[in-house]
């Protein structure tokens, strides 16, 4: 495993267009307006405390140059929002946009990835060619019968020149054919104990969670068992998780309540931050408790980035608390601070959504 300390600090994202945006009430997500023209719309992380954005000096003058032109623009955003378009984007005021510094570690990554011979997970792999840090999986990271053979042809060329930093999970299609020899045998000991497939590892002041939600899972079995006794012994102020299933969702495979029991334990445990995938979208949630109530001071942040490469789903009626959502490939970059953190999604080339904000440890 490669120091994530020791890496990133530059992510120019790819893709083309003035930007307007519209934000959740702990973000920013932001959609081409129509009728603009290509611009540099790279974002980059600068290394000076004292300029601490994501975005460049060009972005922040079209997003502030003006009152009456980020009015405008706002206003053209929100109409292409409710006309139903692609991304489909949460609305709310408009926050400055997350500080970061390039010594934060990052983690970074999606779910639902290689989809041979048409997914996006060529592109999604570029992404990651210029983002340091340590790679997580969020599952369904081959597609269909994930043999060996499948691994090695078709995730390999993409996100296997990463495979030294990746931490991943399994999903459901890794467990098909049963006993997922393909994915733990690819995967070898950065996937955890081989057939368990649940471990942690630390990041910098971080603690890192990685669940398999394709076994027994509920109370009284032994990944629940593990996993209080893992929080027990970690009691860091910030903590991730992630696995396959989302326990809330808008999109078409909708939510899993079989996950609820990870769920509860993580929030009496004070995680901060779910990552999961199965539904082929990026989806933010603000912070619930695991009835789904909004808990502002000890919720937990989902999100559901199942957009590392598989063909795209689209969304039904928008679930409680769900902050933004988009349709589109793309890795999801977490800067993980001393105290909290900021996220940054991050689309494939061509591609013009953005979302990112910040949240603080409980
Ligand atoms: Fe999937």
Known sequence: MRDPRAEHALDRAAGGGVMGYVSGPSGY????????????????????????????????????????????????????ARCGGTPDSGTGPT???????????????????????????SATALLLDRIGGTV????????????PAKYAD???????RHLERTRPVPGNHDYDPPGSSGYFGYFGENAGPK???YYSYDVATWHVIALNSQIGMQAGSAQYAWLQSDLAA??????????????????????????????????????DVILNG???????????????????????????????????????????????????????????QASGYAWEFV???GQSFRDGGTGTCH
């Open 95 to 121: 926050p400055p946009d997350p500080p970061v510094s390039a010594h934060d570690p990052v983690l970074v990554g999606a779910g639902d990835i290689a989809m041979c011979p048409l997914g996006a997970q």
């Open 278 to 336: 199965n539904d082929h979208v990026y989806e933010r949630f603000a912070p619930q408790d695991p009835a789904g109530r909004a808990d502002a001071a000890r919720g937990i942040r989902q999100f559901t980035v199942g957009t590392g490469g598989a063909t795209l789903y689209g969304f039904g009626t928008p679930a409680p608390n769900s902050e933004v959502r988009a349709s589109v490939h793309g890795v999801l970059k977490l800067y993980l």
């Open 195 to 197: 057939g368990l497939g």
């Open 347 to 349: 689309p494939v080339a």
């Open 136 to 147: 997580f999986t969020t599952g369904d990271n081959v597609y269909d019968a994930p043999t």
């Open 29 to 80: 997500s932001e959609q081409p307006v129509p009728g603009s023209g290509p611009s540099d719309s790279g974002r980059h992380v600068s290394s000076d405390p004292a300029s601490r954005w994501l975005d460049t000096s060009s972005r922040i003058g079209a997003r502030w140059g003006s009152l009456a032109g980020l009015v405008a623009l706002a206003a053209v955003v929100l109409s292409s």
């Open 234 to 271: 970690n009691p860091v102020r910030c903590t991730v998780a992630y696995f396959h299933y989302p326990l809330f969702s808008s999109s078409q495979n909708g939510p899993t309540a079989s996950v609820r029991d990870l769920w509860r334990l993580l929030y009496d445990g004070g995680a």
């Open 154 to 160: 078709c995730y390999g060329p993409a996100w296997g």
